[in-house]
């Protein structure tokens, strides 16, 4: 390796040399005979979450062993060579749905990232009113100059549960992260869409230049998504879009950031094309996705919903015909449980691959996993009983060195969820005086 005293750019791009992507992080990006670490090139922090639908089997999933080196149980065990990365908290207790309304079921998602999930205006609950989301609040520490802000992604609307939403805005259940108390933010469950908004329009290198250059091609596809949302929702939700549009318009200014990076669009391959048939294809591609861009930097922040709360998908894939939701009422029968795990394991499966990949992936001194700090979990445990208690929460990566692994942490009873939220917070920078129904800060 030679040693000069210049190093490039970490923002910069390669130019006709047939890039596919921005640069990630390089040792020519790192002044000569200096510590990575030490570096403004080094590895930034990076934050990213996976909710998954209708719970965790609790009995399948949660350690005995507290502390260190405490056996995998079977829903966890697909992650458990990566043993020394892995952070596990049983005991917490996520927040109550509205019975009423029955919200016990369905709000489940929408309070796993702010503690909160729907709030009333004078009783009314018909309203986009909840609370900013610990994502974005640490988007507002970590995502520096990158282009996009936070991604967020999914695999399925509520197209497939309509009237289902127990008298809320069904966007309630469609997202997790809120811009602030009023701006829910789209959920992309088009891989295509997603790809527009990182690398510009799926096609042929040319179109999508072209179609960057004119500001079309992200706002066209996640409109036409609205819209197919707009006609689910009915009457009485459609007055809502007017003010989830707004957070739509703010990614046009997204897209005139990303024109700066048109050297890289038009030398990227070919793109993704529209919702794949096949759910097991658009879960890998949905991931890759989300290793490439944090790979190039083009976020730092995502948030994955594999499904919401009332998905009416089965998995044939792996030889369970009944639709998801229905299987998590098992009735407590042997057979429905072995399903209920089969498909929470599944899920595990996709997501381990995704860490292992973030672990295999070169960056500094280290591994991109080395600088993540990856959530999984559900808004429930025990789908039969809707149970928040004792919900599922896993932390994946060392957060930059502050975070140990190979830990199993018992929190108090019932200790609320949004404890974890502020000490997730704390530990990447973010501010915040107290999220949701937070009591004290977890400490992890």
């Known amino acids: 390796m030679f040693i000069t005293k210049k190093h490039l750019n970490r923002r910069m791009l390669l130019k006709g040399a047939g890039a596919a992507f921005s640069l990630p992080l390089l040792d020519a990006m790192v002044p000569a005979a200096t510590a990575q670490s030490l570096t403004a090139a080094g590895a930034k922090l990076r934050f990213g979450t996976v909710y998954v639908p209708n719970g965790i089997f609790p009995a399948d999933w949660h350690p ?16 458990e060579a990566n043993r020394d990365y892995i ?34 205006e004078n009783g009314n609950f018909n309203q986009l009113r909840s609370k900013k989301s610990v994502d974005q609040y ?115 200014d997204q897209i005139q950031r990303l024109s700066s990076r048109s050297t890289v669009i038009s030398n990227t391959s070919d793109g993704p094309v529209g919702i794949p048939d096949d759910f097991d294809q658009h879960m890998t591609l949905t991931y890759d996705l989300m290793h490439l861009a944090w790979q190039g930097d083009m976020t730092r922040v995502f948030s994955f919903m594999t499904g919401h709360e009332a998905t009416g998908r089965s998995y044939a894939h792996i030889g369970i015909n009944e639709p998801h939701h229905n299987v998590t009422h098992h009735k407590n029968t042997v057979e429905s449980i072995e399903k209920y795990s089969r498909i929470t394991t599944y899920q595990m499966q996709k997501f381990a691959d995704f860490v292992e990949k973030l672990r295999s992936t070169p960056e500094g001194d280290g591994n991109m996993l080395d600088s993540s700090l990856l959530y999984f979990g559900a808004g429930m445990s025990n789908g039969l009983e809707h149970d928040r208690h004792n919900v599922p929460a896993l932390l994946v990566g060392k957060a930059g ?44």
């Open 64 to 79: 005995e062993k507290v502390g260190k080196d405490f056996e995998f149980k079977r829903v966890m065990k697909p992650i």
């Open 87 to 120: 952070t596990t908290i049983s005991g917490l207790k996520s927040p109550e749905g509205r019975q009423d309304m029955g919200g016990i079921h369905m709000g489940a998602s929408s309070a796993f990232l702010n503690g909160a999930g729907p709030l009333s």
């Open 401 to 444: 060195g502050r975070l140990e692994g190979n830990r199993h942490i018992q929190a108090e009873k019932d200790e609320p969820t949004s404890n974890l939220l502020l000490g997730i917070a704390d530990m990447l920078g973010a501010e915040i005086d107290t999220i949701g129904i937070a009591t004290k800060r977890l400490v992890i």
């Open 138 to 252: 640490i988007a507002d520490a970590i995502a520096g100059d990158t282009p996009l802000r936070s991604l967020e992604v999914g695999t399925e609307d509520m197209g497939t549960s309509a009237g289902a939403c127990d008298n809320y805005p069904c966007l309630f259940f469609a997202t997790m992260a809120w811009y602030d108390d009023v701006s829910p933010l789209p959920v992309a469950i088009s891989p295509q869409v997603t790809f527009e908004r990182m690398f510009g329009d799926a096609g042929t290198a040319e179109q999508r230049l072209h179609r960057l250059v004119t500001k079309q091609s992200m706002l066209d596809s996640i409109l036409d998504e609205s819209k197919r949302l707009e006609r689910m929702l009915g009457n009485g939700d459609r007055a809502l879009l007017d003010e989830y549009m707004t957070n739509i318009r703010r990614i046009e």
